[in-house]
């Protein structure tokens, strides 16, 4: 069977299995919490939610690939408008827009005005140096990683420490030249 | 219509969860492990209790908050009810699912830090690491039911039964 | 006009207390709602004497003073919410659906994963989305 041809975001979303996004809003957040009584350092929790999330990542790249129809991308541009488009709304159910590239195209922004991580938290003063949603950075990350790209992931805006949106800023350290695997449907 | 995810989503997190918490904070101490993977739970089962008694009567016996359990908070979580309830009369519960989501949604094999460990660890065959896998996972759905009765007034001990693949048992005792 | 609001957790500690008056009688207004607390235990462990409808979350109408009335819920997990007003002629749906968007945002409120249960919430959205409810308040005020 021929690769499927890439489908929208709505379109995937509409066509996954889904659940009540309370309970991984619940499960995340008390997952949260739980590392940062287990591990004290908020840096040490950032560190241990970026690589959840990657190794999560490294796993989810297949569903999105098969369930997608996204087969490969022409180049990192692209790529970034895969993500906020389709991986965004396929696994959480809200899209993302891709601003502010550098003059390289190697570098770019993802800005989310909302996502279901962060429904019901309110930060305490305690965990001024968290990056809550630091999973989903991790997640890019391993995504990327498993399709050749090395690349680096921040955060740049958070709305629970007072900025008006989410901005991740993802940099492509080293591509490397290859096919993308992709699964066809024997 | 309440906002929704992926499924895959609830999966990653809880699988990663288990996974971070047994072979890299607590590798040595399974039981401390144990605990806190419950706790998480509990966190959630009294969270989502809350939410879900929200539009309905007070239950007026033990009995009534269990069947809750049974169905309307089981389904919300499962898109389906507890297959069989069973009960001695004096405080256990017995809540049975045929075909438990989390038990048939796992893929052991897959997670990159278990998979290291069993190299690591060649004497102790994998299917006993998976065993072990698969009952650390259960502290989680144990935790949130204990969590969700705790917060309708019923404090209570909750562990799992899975002699009987899919299905997993969950036994309730409500504490005197 | 709503003058106070509370809610009382399951051994009576209480979780959230606001008085919207600009007069100095939050003290009179505290005192009020812990003495609604003994009506609604009396009101939950006699419900035939009491005549309530069983076990529904709402409560009615706890008792009257002089000046204020007072209302009160009791939600599944035992907390209590509680309302006092100064009008003398409302409807009871307006009332009913007050709790339940009151009950509603508390919901929320225990929902941040750092909110540790039986602590008083100091949840600053709560307190704004409990402040607007209340001044929202009013006949044609509910939908």
């Known amino acids: 069977m021929a690769p499927l041809a890439p489908r929208t975001g709505d379109a995937v979303f509409a066509n996954v299995e889904r659940v009540n996004a309370e309970l991984f809003t619940l499960t995340y957040g008390a997952i949260v919490r739980q590392l940062l009584t287990d591990l004290e350092e908020v840096e040490e929790v950032n560190k241990q939610l970026d690589q959840m999330g990657y190794n999560i990542g490294v ?16 180049d990192f541009r692209e790529t970034a408008d895969v993500i906020a488009k389709v991986g965004f709304k396929m696994f959480l159910g809200v899209t993302a827009s891709v601003t502010n590239w ?48 090395k690349t680096e992931v921040t955060w740049i805006r958070d709305m629970l420490h007072g900025d008006d949106a989410y901005e991740l800023r993802v940099k492509l350290l080293k591509q490397v030249p290859e096919e993308y695997p992709y699964k066809d449907d024997e | 219509m309440g906002r929704e995810v992926a499924e895959s989503c609830v999966d990653g997190v809880i699988m990663e969860m288990v996974s971070a918490y047994c072979n890299r904070f607590y590798s040595s101490k399974p039981e401390l492990a144990a605990r806190r993977i419950e706790a998480i739970g509990f966190q959630v089962g009294h969270q989502l209790s809350e939410r879900y008694t929200m539009e309905r009567p007070r239950f007026s016996d033990h009995l009534e908050a269990i069947k809750f359990i049974c169905k309307d908070f089981w389904s919300e979580l499962f898109k389906k009810q507890i297959d069989n309830l069973k009960t001695n009369h004096r405080g256990t519960f017995v809540l049975q699912d045929n075909q438990f989501r989390w038990l048939t949604h796992i893929s052991i094999d897959a997670s990159p830090d278990n998979v290291e460990a069993s190299q690591q660890d060649s ?34 001990a909750v562990s799992a039964d899975i002699s009987n693949l899919p299905a997993c048992s969950f036994v309730v005792r409500i504490k005197a | 006009m709503i003058v106070c609001v509370a809610v009382v957790g399951h051994e009576n500690n209480p979780l959230y207390l606001q008085s919207f008056t600009e007069a100095d009688d939050a003290l009179k207004l505290h005192h009020i709602v812990h003495s609604s607390l003994d ?7 006699n419900p035939k004497k009491s005549g309530s409808t069983l076990n529904e979350t709402f409560l009615g109408l706890l008792y009257p003073t002089e000046n204020y009335k007072v209302y009160g819920y009791l939600t599944n ?11 003398l002629d409302v409807k009871d749906a307006d009332v009913r659906s007050f709790f339940r968007r009151f009950h509603a945002a508390y919901v929320d409120a225990v929902s941040n994963p750092f909110h540790v249960p039986g602590k008083t919430t100091t949840s600053k959205s709560f307190g704004q989305r409990v402040g607007s409810m209340v001044k929202s308040f009013g ?5």
């Not at chain 1, 796993?59 to 490969?72: P, Q, T, Y």
């Not at chain 1, 965990?127 to 391993?142: A, D, E, P, W």
């Open chain 3, 139 to 143: 006949p044609g005020a509910t939908a």
């Open chain 3, 39 to 45: 009506v609604i235990d009396e009101r939950v462990n």
């Open chain 2, 123 to 156: 004497s102790s065959p994998t299917s006993n690491n998976a065993a072990q896998f698969t009952s650390m996972h259960l502290y989680f759905p144990c935790g949130i039911i204990r969590g969700a009765l705790t917060n309708l007034g019923i404090p209570c």
């Open chain 1, 102 to 149: 550098d003059a390289e195209g190697t570098s770019c922004s993802l800005v989310l005005d909302d996502n279901p991580l962060v429904d019901f938290v309110e930060l305490p003063d305690t965990c001024q140096g968290l990056y809550y949603c630091n999973i989903l950075s991790g997640v890019i990350r391993g995504a990327l990683e498993m399709v050749s790209m």
């Open chain 1, 59 to 74: 796993r989810l790249i297949d569903e999105f690939l098969a369930k997608s129809g996204v087969s490969s991308c022409v």
């Open chain 3, 77 to 87: 997990t035992k907390v209590k919410l509680i309302m006092v007003m100064t009008d």
